[in-house]
């Protein structure tokens, strides 16, 4: 296992455009996070699912955007009609579903709104 | 909001014992002290947390006071490598919650 992958690394559209960003977390981990860090700032939680059902989401997704994780394994972030304070650096982490772990981060998807 | 307060920034000299202090006055009895470090333009990356004993792996070591109100992550030889964001962050596993909230953490210079 490679570890949390995220696809693609950068991702530049025009405002108004929809994007949708994809991760494939460790296998064997149920839990998936979503952030969004900008320029200088930590990353801000957006959501994390366990298995395929979210459980938790920030007030900073929008009802612009929409994530899924259908069967539970890799999972998808949608931003529609993009703006460009939607230009950021989105990041997924993984994590198994139980005990006290830490989250294994993937590179993120750097998105940029012109 | 992080309930974690940490210098915005350090250095240290290469090879030396970093040490990032970092305070939680607030911290409530189930609540673990994670430590994350962040390389410019990469992820997050998980380098230790406890409760309340110290502890330590191949990475750093994590000394957290008696009362838990504030502890410190240790580096012991730093290298040029180590230069990066180090974010101490409170996480409480009980019920379904389980997301990290980071602050701005403290951004560790290594110099040669």
């Known amino acids: 296992d490679t570890g949390v992958s995220q696809n693609p690394r950068h991702k530049i559209t025009k405002r108004g455009q929809n994007v949708t960003f994809r991760c494939d977390p460790i296998?064997?981990?149920?839990?998936l996070y979503w952030y969004r860090q900008t320029l200088g700032q930590g990353p801000e939680f957006l959501t994390y699912f366990q298995n395929e059902a979210q459980l938790e989401k920030s007030r900073l997704l929008s009802d612009r955007f929409s994530a899924e994780r259908p069967k539970g394994s890799f999972s998808t972030l949608e931003i529609q009609r993009t703006e460009q304070g939607d230009s950021a650096m989105y990041l997924c982490?993984?994590?198994?579903?139980?005990?006290?772990?830490?989250?294994?981060f993937g590179s993120g998807t750097r998105l940029t709104v012109v | 909001d992080a309930k974690t307060t940490q210098p915005p920034s350090m250095d240290c000299a290469e090879g030396r014992a970093a040490n990032l202090p970092c305070n939680h006055s607030t911290i409530s009895g189930n609540e673990y002290v994670y430590w994350y470090r962040q390389i410019h333009s990469q992820g997050p990356q998980y380098i230790i947390h406890g409760l309340k004993n110290n502890e330590t792996n191949e990475m750093a070591s994590l000394i957290i006071t008696e009362d838990r109100k504030s502890s410190t992550l240790i580096l012991p030889h730093a290298t040029l490598r180590d230069t990066a964001v180090y974010y101490c962050i409170l996480m409480n596993y009980g019920g379904s919650q389980g997301n990290l909230i980071f602050g701005k953490g403290t951004k560790l210079s290594v110099k040669p």
């Open positions: 296998s064997e981990h149920n839990r």
């Open positions: 982490a993984s994590s198994p579903g139980t005990g006290v772990y830490g989250y294994t």
